[in-house]
């Protein structure tokens, strides 16, 4: 296909990107996906390569990080990115992923559908994203339960693949939790993961090797290049390998201008799927004046449990080391207002990660960890954005404006995050669990849970319509993150991806 005949450009190759690119290949349009970044695994060869990477990543002291953004792959994705996106940062982690498939290179692969209450406030609602939830889950495969405790709340769009086998120390929880009386505000269950338990297409089903931190061979974790394969078969379908630079307007649309003399492509419509922060990147100058936005993220809370029968457990030698359980907590009667979460077992988990923390040298530390590990879990504990209060301030420049970041929390936080602790130190107790000192905040931005910087429905110039389309730039779609007017509880990407579908099929015209 012809450079000249492209109808659409799309910026990205995350699942924002092919998630729009892939009904609009399908009506028979023709688009043309730019992303430079790398197609490859980073796995380097040695073992001591692989857990730390080449120059050592993993060891780096950075508490913000969980320990899938430890992890060598993580490290080199958002290496990448940050030499790229000049985003000056204070108290907040401009997350982004530079390399085919995007941040879903290094996600956990946890997913949910939100509901009516969870989209208040949006020109949207769960009947118009329904139809794309149920094409997503149908493509990338979800493994879960569809009748325990936590099913309804995840969703019910597309079906379900079998659940993995749950780790002992997570599956110990479970059984606690369905024999004991039940608190009305809470509620726990299987986690939800694109996580393939049977063979599909060119992916393989996980064979439970505990190696997910380090890149899925197998493609049991969905990633962005797995649809980006099923573009590549369409003959009105081009990858140009170059990154976006900067945008500007043509007499009849727009010319997206690469880096390092990779010229130009010029298209009616740009949809742009960087990722919240790399959007930003690129459409901060299209603003007409300096202003003030918003970026809203969902603030964790990393709270280490010790099972205690478990001490004597055995370590366990398979399974998987994404989320093993999922569980939520009412704050009101109010309809969602609540926080969810994740329980991930540690086994699998690089001991770096943890030995930091402790009041311990470094061989000791590690060493008591491993001793531990066979019954250590860690929940996490995901707040609405509303708890959240991060800046983006536009500095006029000659070049373009400078991006300044900066992260917080709201008012009151505090000690809201004191109750939902002190609720939950409760509700593990009571089903055989010890809470360990170590409860952190992560980082702002580390959850990689981002939005609101130019959300659909708002009418100011940095708003966008319900399709995504900038105001005061016609012809530019944002179709990742970046357009979410709230962030809730709840993991966004299945989300990103339903709502990216749903706007590339208004834009072919499909029903």
Request: aromatic residues 6%; hydrophobic residues 40%.
């Amino acid at each position: 296909m012809s450079e000249d005949d492209a109808e659409f450009v799309v910026i990205g190759s995350g699942p924002a990107g092919v998630s729009a690119a892939l009904p609009l290949v399908e009506a028979g349009r023709r688009v043309i996906m730019l992303d430079g970044g790398d197609d490859r695994d980073t796995q380097p060869g040695t073992a001591w390569e692989r857990m730390l990477g080449s120059r050592l990543e993993a060891l780096t002291p950075d508490d913000g990080l969980s320990p899938k953004m430890r992890a060598p792959e993580a490290r080199a994705l958002m290496g990448a990115f940050q030499q790229q996106v000049q985003i000056e940062e204070k108290d907040f982690l401009a997350v982004g992923g530079l390399g085919r498939g995007g941040l879903a290179r290094i996600w956990g692969g946890f997913v949910g559908e939100l509901d009516d209450d969870d989209l208040r406030g949006w020109p949207i609602t769960a009947f118009d994203l329904r139809p794309s939830y149920d094409v997503v889950v149908s493509r990338i495969g979800v493994s879960g339960s569809g009748d325990d405790d936590m099913a309804a709340f995840y969703g019910a769009s597309g079906a379900l693949l079998a659940p993995p086998p749950l780790g002992p120390t997570a599956a110990r929880l479970l059984r606690r939790y369905q024999s004991v009386r039940r608190d009305p505000d809470f509620a726990l269950g299987r986690a939800r993961n694109t996580l393939l338990t049977e063979n599909r297409w060119q992916r393989q089903s996980c064979d439970y090797r505990l190696d997910c931190l380090w890149g899925c061979p197998r493609g049991a974790i969905y990633d962005g290049r797995h649809d980006l394969a099923l573009l590549r078969q369409h003959g009105n379908f081009a990858l140009r390998d170059a990154t976006a630079h900067r945008l500007a307007r043509t007499e009849d649309g727009w010319e997206v201008v690469t880096t390092a003399g990779g010229g130009s492509l010029r298209a009616p419509r740009i949809i742009v799927a960087a990722g919240t922060v790399g959007s930003l990147h690129l459409v901060a100058p299209l603003l007409r004046t300096a202003t003030e936005l918003r970026i809203v993220n969902s603030p964790v809370i990393a709270m280490p449990l010790l099972v205690p029968r478990r001490l004597l457990g055995r370590t366990p030698t398979s399974g998987h080391s994404l989320a093993q359980l999922g569980f939520r907590l009412s704050l009101s009667a109010e309809p969602g207002d609540y926080v969810s979460g994740a329980v991930y077992e540690m086994i699998g988990l690089p001991p770096s990660t943890f030995a930091a923390r402790m009041p311990l040298g470094r061989r000791a530390a590690t060493e008591i960890f491993r001793a531990l590990a066979p019954a250590l879990v860690v929940a996490t504990i995901y707040f609405p954005g509303r708890w959240s209060q991060n800046t983006v301030t536009l500095h006029p420049a000659a070049n373009g404006p400078r991006i300044e970041v900066r992260g917080g929390v709201a008012p009151g936080f505090d000690a809201a995050a004191r109750s939902v602790r002190r609720r939950l130190t409760a509700i593990w107790r009571r089903l055989g669990a010890r809470p360990l000192p170590g409860a952190a905040l992560g980082t702002a931005g580390t959850d990689a849970h981002l939005g609101g910087v130019f959300p659909m429905g708002l009418v100011e110039p940095h708003g966008t319509n319900v399709y995504g389309e900038l105001r005061t730039a016609p012809g530019i779609h944002l179709v990742d993150g970046s357009v979410l007017p709230t962030i809730p509880s709840k993991f966004t990407t299945l989300t990103v991806m339903a709502n990216a579908d749903r706007i590339g099929r208004s834009l072919a015209g499909l029903p």
